[in-house]
């Protein structure tokens, strides 16, 4: 009798010991969620300004329809459907070339809307680039945790796995997470 109370006992202790892992888990995973769409946020408040941006220079320089063409394409291609960092790399690319009109258009460049777009555009891709960051440590912090003694012991049974650093393909190196360097 006295033996089976002690299992009962233990089996108990273990039982909570193992909801505590998982209810840590299971936290750190919803933060490593909550990065994952706190990055999407960002690139959807991108694709959000860029339409503003490009109507602003339409007015100032309605004979780049070519470089205005490709912004918006290479916007449209970039918000329809999942996260792609290479459709990311080709918008960033043609958010430069954009930006870069403004040195060609002194107008432009003196314009209120043109610089208050700009600097919204520039703070989007720098809680973009923190976003990113928050993401990264949280990833972290969840990784490290699953894979601690003893939460390793239980973690794969209780459904967790490895969470995945956001990763820039070679195509977004030193792209994508700079800010557009425009010199007025």
């Keep these: ?10 089996l108990v202790v273990l039982a909570i010991f193992v909801v505590g892992i998982y209810n840590r888990l299971v936290g750190l995973r919803q933060n490593v ?4 769409a706190d990055i999407d946020a960002q690139l959807r408040q991108r694709h959000d300004l860029i339409p503003n941006l ?23 291609q970039a918000a329809s459907g999942p996260v792609s960092s290479n459709d990311e790399a080709q918008l960033r690319v043609a958010l430069d070339k954009l930006l870069a009109l403004g040195e ?9 809307n043109f ?7 520039s703070n989007v891709e720098d809680k973009l680039a923190a976003a990113r960051r928050a993401l990264n440590a949280a990833v972290s912090r969840f990784n490290t945790a699953r894979e601690s003694f003893p939460a390793i012991l239980f973690a794969g049974m209780l459904g967790f ?12 190196k030193g792209v994508v997470d700079q800010v557009p360097d425009v010199a007025f």
């Design 54 to 76: 490009v109507n602003t220079v339409k007015g100032y320089a309605g004979h780049e329809k070519e470089t205005l063409d490709s912004v918006i394409a290479a916007r449209n």
């Design 115 to 121: 610089q208050e777009l700009q600097r919204e555009l």
């Design 104 to 112: 060609a258009y002194p107008d432009l460049k003196a314009s209120a």
């Design 33 to 36: 969620n909550q990065g994952v």
């Design 161 to 172: 796995q490895e969470a995945d650093f956001h990763r820039l393909d070679d195509s977004e």
């Design 1 to 10: 009798m006295t033996s089976l109370i002690i299992l009962a006992v233990v």
